[in-house]
């Protein structure tokens, strides 16, 4: 029983992700690198992207929360768009992905779902295992300076170089760190006590710390948008505007199935269809007709037994068009038989009572229907192709002057 197809090309697909929309008094999770069912996000999120670590501003750009001041709300906008890490004055860290052109809102951009892609200037900038925070997990105790309250110049051990720590203290524990050198290349990396007390201005006593240094990802935060932010949904989106392809997809009915077919071929042919809309009904064409046939009602040709359902009567044309599938009323008859409509057969409508005898003299174009002997066949094979994807919805009715967007979301 389907009605048409329309093409999506490339240009009509994208990745996308969750959206999120800034939210002033929220409170987002931060970027994490080992998020698990044993170290959950302040959501409770137990993976990283199921975790709120993303956002879109009001002016459509997107960000990473890179840190949220110990899980408190934020109440600042971010609105720089600075390759590098900024922090806004309600102490959360952010950095800048990429933003939504004004076709990208139009076309990528749903109730729950957006756009994603790689700002090249973003990822230009990256830097691969660049060390930008420092989780304070356990302060320890005993630590001490020789002034002040910051030991400096820690180095940050892993597989990386370069990177560099200090540390904050209070009554002997350890209350903050942050990175002062972001090095290179660390997939991991970690702070030893020992190299706390042998910093600059430490007093050479403490243990019991546990710092867990983020681990950017591979690249480097903005290197791969679409990896990083969990790019791994699609939209497809694809837009009916009136009667599409004079008469492949009408508007004298509606419809509530939309699905996603990968290359389904032309009728009669093993070549992939590559049109940009395909009818895939049958059509027939009278010379005269007694009556109007309506659309839905059920339509049969006494002398072949064949049973099919109205899809549209185009009065003008006069041509009918119809489908049949295996059920009753619809394609099969009493003994479950499907058999075409053929020949100079009186077809009558069950409901209208209309009736009318194809005119197989016409082997003509008509309304951009190819006739062969009054009839034609839909434009795509039966049952090729791979159907992907199929949702049931509502009714849509359809109308001349009207648009229908359809967006597909896909996980993969």
């Known amino acids: 029983d389907m009605l048409g197809a329309k093409l999506i090309a490339s240009t009509d697909v994208s990745h996308c992700i969750p959206r999120r929309n800034w939210t002033t008094g929220t409170t987002y999770d931060k970027y994490e690198h080992n998020i698990s069912s044993s170290n959950t996000a302040n959501s409770g999120a137990t993976n990283l992207f199921d975790s709120t670590f993303v956002v ?14 110990g899980n408190t709300a934020s109440t600042v906008e971010p609105t720089s768009t600075s390759n590098s890490i900024f ?14 052109t004004s076709a990208e809102t139009l076309n990528f951009m749903s109730t729950d779902f957006i756009h994603v892609s790689t700002d090249s200037t973003v990822s230009a900038a990256a830097v691969d295992g ?3 925070t420092i989780e304070v997990i356990a302060g320890g105790s005993s630590f001490n300076t020789s002034s002040g309250s910051t030991i400096s110049a820690i180095p940050i051990r892993g597989d990386g170089s370069s990177g560099v720590a200090s540390v904050t203290i209070s009554s002997g524990a350890i209350t903050a760190a942050s990175v002062t050198t972001a090095g290179t290349g660390y997939t991991f990396a970690y702070i030893r006590d020992a190299d706390i007390i042998a910093a600059t201005n430490a007093g050479g006593a403490g ?15 903005g290197a791969n948008a679409i990896k990083e932010l969990g790019g791994f949904y699609v939209m497809m989106n694809k837009s009916l505007v009136g009667i599409e392809g004079t008469s492949d ?4 009915n509606d419809f509530r199935r939309i699905g996603l077919v990968r290359n389904p071929t032309n009728f009669g042919t093993t070549t992939v269809a590559s049109a940009d809309t395909r009818r895939q009904l049958f059509a027939t064409v009278f010379s005269s007709v007694s009556g109007t046939f309506t659309a839905d ?15 549209e009567y185009d009065s003008t044309n006069k041509i009918l068009y119809f489908y049949q599938t295996r059920f009753p009323d619809c394609g099969t008859d009493s003994d479950g038989n499907l058999t075409a409509f053929s020949g100079a057969n009186a077809i009558t409508g069950q409901s209208s009572s209309a009736s009318a005898t194809p005119n197989t003299s016409n082997s003509t174009t008509t ?11 839909p434009e795509l094979a ?11 919805r509502s009714p849509i009715t359809r109308a001349s002057d009207q648009t229908e967007n359809i967006k597909l979301i896909i996980e993969f």
């Open 367 to 377: 309304n951009g229907v190819v006739f062969s002997s009054g009839y034609s066949n």
């Open 249 to 252: 997809i009408g508007v004298a």
């Open 56 to 69: 879109m501003n009001s002016s459509y750009a997107v960000y990473k929360v890179i840190d949220n001041d």
């Open 130 to 132: 660049a060390l930008d």
């Open 382 to 392: 039966f049952d090729s192709g791979d159907i992907i994807y199929v949702e049931e």
């Open 207 to 221: 243990s019991g710390s546990n710092l867990n240094v983020i681990i950017p990802p591979k690249g480097g935060h």
């Open 87 to 100: 922090t806004t004055s309600d102490n959360y860290k952010w950095k800048y992905m990429y933003s939504l």
């Open 297 to 311: 009602e059920e339509i049969n040709q006494a002398s072949t037994g064949a049973v099919g359902k109205v899809v």
